[in-house]
């Protein structure tokens, strides 16, 4: 499902650069700010290097919100807002409890015009950060922060001058170092979150 809903958003996007690189655009003007507010869907792709163990990451729904910059017409930074509870576990083992995740992201962004539309791509950088750790089953859990990278693509339909409806997919590149106590003993391991964030919502320009 995640990679027909992202399929059909880049087949849009190459439709709609098609048609905006036909179409002259003889109005200069543009705003060179737009806030938005997001519902988002958070869902982990998890991965690690635990031997004969997988560690499982709930998929969280969330508010978010993010600010654009406009350099030119095209050319755009967003800055992304957000924080997102996660409950872990070990898959058909033990509980760990749940952590919350504040990855702030900067995107670089390439916009298109096409009539009401406006479709973009964008790729960036994020930190995140990891707090309000619940241990479970387990002594401590201690989750690294860590960089990551991410990769978006997007639909702006413009209700009116000021008033627009967004549709938004990123892609985060995310690993962190988590340390669990035991109790007996202190257990490392490297888990790939990489989370595939769908987002819903509305935004506006000033």
Not at 116 to 140: C, L, Q, R, S
Not at 174 to 187: A, I, P, Q
Request: charge should be negative; glycine fraction near 6%; proline fraction near 3%.
């Amino acid at each position: 499902m995640k990679k027909v809903v992202f399929s059909a958003i880049l087949a849009c996007l190459c439709v709609f650069s098609i048609q905006a690189q036909d179409e002259e655009t003889t109005n200069d003007d543009f705003s060179k700010w737009q806030a938005r507010f997001r519902i988002i869907s958070v869902i982990p792709s998890v991965d690690d290097d635990i031997e004969g163990a997988d560690v499982d990451i709930a998929t969280a729904f969330v508010p978010e919100f993010d600010f654009t910059y406009f350099f030119n017409r095209n050319l755009a930074a967003e800055l992304i807002l957000a924080t997102t509870k996660h409950d872990v576990e070990i898959e058909d083992g033990a509980d760990l409890g749940h952590v919350w995740l504040l990855p702030p992201t900067l995107n670089l962004q390439y916009h298109f015009y096409a009539d009401d539309f406006k479709p973009y791509v964008g790729a960036g950088i994020n930190y995140t950060m990891f707090y309000g750790v619940d241990e479970g089953d387990f002594e401590d859990i201690d989750y690294e922060n860590a960089i990551g990278f991410s990769l978006q693509a997007g639909l702006d339909y413009n209700l009116n001058e000021k008033w627009f409806l967004n549709l938004d997919i990123k892609k985060m590149f995310l690993k962190t170092d988590v340390t669990v106590d035991t109790g007996s003993g202190e257990l490392e391991a490297e888990v790939d979150i990489n989370p595939l964030v769908v987002g819903l919502g509305v935004g506006m320009k000033f």
